[in-house]
């Protein structure tokens, strides 16, 4: 299985101030994807990270507010902008291998703003 | 996009006694089914996973079951122990490559009380 890490594990933030999150990856995979994860809530898609390309947002996110870059397949990451305190959430990466077809979560960035 | 409904929100059961959980989808292109279990401050891990070609999928306590004409799918536990106590989720995705999109039920607490 794929193993998955962040940095940083967490943050306080204040507002005004941007964030970027690294997602490392210890093997190549064939895609990689940014969730976020409000306090008690679901995860929601942020955007497809695309390698060599513009990531792929969802409705309601867009590259202003959080740009990613995927310089090759095993990392990526995720820059929360001009931060406000509706941001503070966790921010999980995850990566799917096509040759095990299974997607696997990173451990979250715990992303306080104040 | 891909709405993913999740039913009960919670869910408390006796050690032993088998708790079901159901999701709704509404795409029919989605054809891959996912369930997820996330403990509290921890990454939520795949347990189950099924495809559209297929209507059951048992891996020893767990099971899943997807009614395609129905838009449905449910997650099965029997046998519940206390560590089976966690957040459960569903998800959908259409697959191929757009498989590691994947759309996101509200999520299930269940309590296995001893």
């Known amino acids: 299985s794929a193993v998955i890490s962040q940095k940083p594990s967490r943050d306080i933030c204040q507002r005004g101030t941007s964030l970027t999150i690294q997602c490392q990856v210890d093997?190549?995979?064939?895609?990689m994807f940014w969730y976020r994860q409000q306090p008690g809530q679901s995860l929601t898609l942020i955007a497809t990270?695309?390698?060599?390309?513009?990531?792929?947002?969802e409705s309601g996110f867009v590259i202003d507010k959080f740009p990613i870059s995927r310089p090759n397949l095993t990392f990526s990451t995720l820059t929360v902008s001009n931060m406000s305190p509706e941001d503070s959430s966790i921010y999980l990466c995850?990566?799917?291998?096509?040759?095990?077809?299974?997607?696997?979560f990173g451990p979250g960035t715990r992303l306080l703003v104040l | 996009g891909e709405n993913v409904e999740q039913h009960p929100s919670t869910l408390s059961v006796q050690e032993g006694d088998s708790a079901v959980i159901k999701c709704t989808y509404s795409?029919?292109?989605?054809?891959?089914f996912p369930w997820y279990k996330q403990e509290l401050g921890k990454r939520p891990q795949l347990i189950i996973d099924?495809?559209?070609?297929?209507g059951e999928k048992k891996d020893q306590r767990i099971a899943v079951t997807l009614n395609k004409t129905a838009k449905h799918f449910s997650l099965h536990i029997t046998e519940t122990q206390p560590e089976d106590s966690a957040v459960y989720f569903c998800?959908?995705?259409?697959?191929?490559?757009?498989?590691?999109?994947?759309?996101f039920g509200r999520g299930t607490q269940l309590t296995v009380w001893p």
């Open positions: 795409d029919s292109a989605s054809n891959y």
């Open positions: 990270a695309n390698q060599g390309s513009e990531a792929t947002y």
């Open positions: 998800a959908a995705s259409k697959g191929g490559s757009t498989l590691g999109r994947l759309y």
């Open positions: 093997s190549q995979v064939t895609m």
């Open positions: 099924i495809r559209s070609n297929v």
């Open positions: 995850s990566a799917y291998t096509s040759f095990q077809e299974t997607q696997y």
